[in-house]
Each structure stands twice: as C-alpha cells, then as structure tokens.
T-cell receptor, first 115, second 113 residues
Framework: KNQVEQSPQSLIILEGKNCTLQ??????????LRWYKQDTGRGPVSLTI?????NTKSNGRYTATLDADTKQSSLHITASQLSDSASYIC??????????????FGTGTQLKVEL | NAGVTQTPKFQVLKTGQSMTLQCAQD?????MSWYRQDPGMGLRLIHY???????DQGEVPNGYNVSRSTTEDFPLRLLSAAPSQTSVYFC????????????FGEGSWLTVV
C-alpha cells in the first residue's frame, strides 16, 4: 500500500531559526513529490513540485530536497517567520500518469513559530 | 483570479438530510476532485473527474455522489448525511499531465448532528 509518513508530527521553533521537516514514502512507481503549506482554516497551497530527476528545489525561504533512492524528502525553512506557522503536507504521486487520482497525502507536520 | 471557489464555508446538517457542496474553478482545468480531511489523517480522495461528463470513485466514495456537466463545476452531494461525514471538505483542480500544481479551494466545514 502506498504510504507517506512525515516527521515530526509537530514542531515549535523561535522566530529567525531554521528547521527541517521530513517525508518518507513508499509510493511506487514514483512520479513526483509536492510540498504544500496549509494555514489554519485554509486550503493547502503549493510550495514545490519535484520529479524523479530533481534533487532540490527552492521557493524563497523554502528548500525541498529529494532522494529517490532512499525515498526521502525534506523541506528546509530558513530564517523562520511567524507567518510560517502552518501545517506542511508532503504529497507523492504515483506513475505513470502522476494524475490527481494517484496522490498519497501525508498527515502533515504542524509548525509553530514563536517570538 | 478566483481559482477554486467552494460554497458553503460552514454547514450544519441533521442526520439523514441531504445537501450539495458547490465547487467551481475558472482555470479551465480538466481534472477536479473532492477530498475530506479528518484529524490525524491525510487528505482522502472521495471522487474525481478527468473532464466534463467523466467521474470516478476515489478512496472513500460511499455516501457521496458527484457530477461534471461542465468543465467549471464539480458539485459534491451528500445523499443522507451521517455523523461520520462530519469533516472538512476540499475541492481541488489541476491541469492534466505530470507535475502540475494542484489548486485547492478554501474548504467547507460540515458538521452532521
């Protein structure tokens, strides 16, 4: 069964600090991996999308890495801000089409940034 | 740019009542889907559509119906609401093809009492 596991489940950091969120998956065959940010009471918003051949992708202070061999991804947040407080969701697509019906969602890491 | 629009935002139903959650997108996306999000669980696919006139079941379809008469609209119908359907529902759309961004609506909070 395709699975996506995220760690930690929750995290509290001080403003200005960096943090790294982890995503391990067993989705096969792999098509692509997405990271989403979900603010409380809102819908998820896309941060990055990586295919098999991409090792890293950045979006401002967010940098995602992918190791397709070990089936692991990480999301690194640099110089955190209060507005980074949200749930971060890892989503993995299965091949061959990577279509929307082939998505497996992680349960998310709840990040809280404090003063 | 409206993106994906869901209505209503909040709804309380009594057990056995029926209702329709509306979803519309203005990006001409072929693919649309409905998910439910429950505490401690990832989003789970209810139904999806790859184009007008085409729908299919996802992971948790029981108790829900959908239709896709136009590219823009993808309503989700609860036939006879049950407390187990208390959840947050998200509509999403995406252009067909690999690696495209999935756009989510803002969510509909449904409580069945």
């Amino acid at each position: 069964k395709n699975q996506v596991e995220q760690s930690p489940q929750s995290l509290i950091i001080l403003e200005g600090k960096n943090c790294t969120l982890q995503c391990n998956y067993t989705v096969s065959p792999f098509s692509n991996l997405r990271w989403y940010k979900q603010d409380t009471g809102r819908g998820p918003v896309s941060l990055t999308i990586m295919t098999f051949s991409e090792n890293t992708k950045s979006n401002g202070r967010y940098t995602a890495t992918l190791d397709a061999d070990t089936k692991q991804s990480s999301l690194h947040i640099t110089a955190s801000q209060l507005s980074d407080s949200a749930s971060y969701i890892c989503v993995v697509s299965a091949a061959p089409t990577g279509g929307g019906n082939k998505l497996t969602f992680g349960t998310g890491t709840q990040l809280k940034v404090e003063l | 740019n409206a993106g994906v629009t869901q209505t209503p935002k909040f709804q309380v139903l009594k057990t056995g009542q029926s209702m329709t959650l509306q979803c519309a997108q203005d990006m001409n996306h072929e693919y649309m889907s409905w998910y439910r999000q429950d505490p401690g669980m990832g989003l789970r696919l209810i139904h999806y559509s790859v184009g007008a006139g085409i729908t299919d079941q996802g992971e948790v379809p029981n108790g829900y119906n959908v239709s896709r008469s136009t590219t823009e609209d993808f309503p989700l119908r609860l036939l006879s609401a049950a407390p187990s359907q208390t959840s947050v529902y998200f509509c999403a759309s995406m252009r067909s093809g690999q690696g495209n961004t999935i756009y989510f609506g803002e969510g509909s909070w449904l409580t069945v009492v």
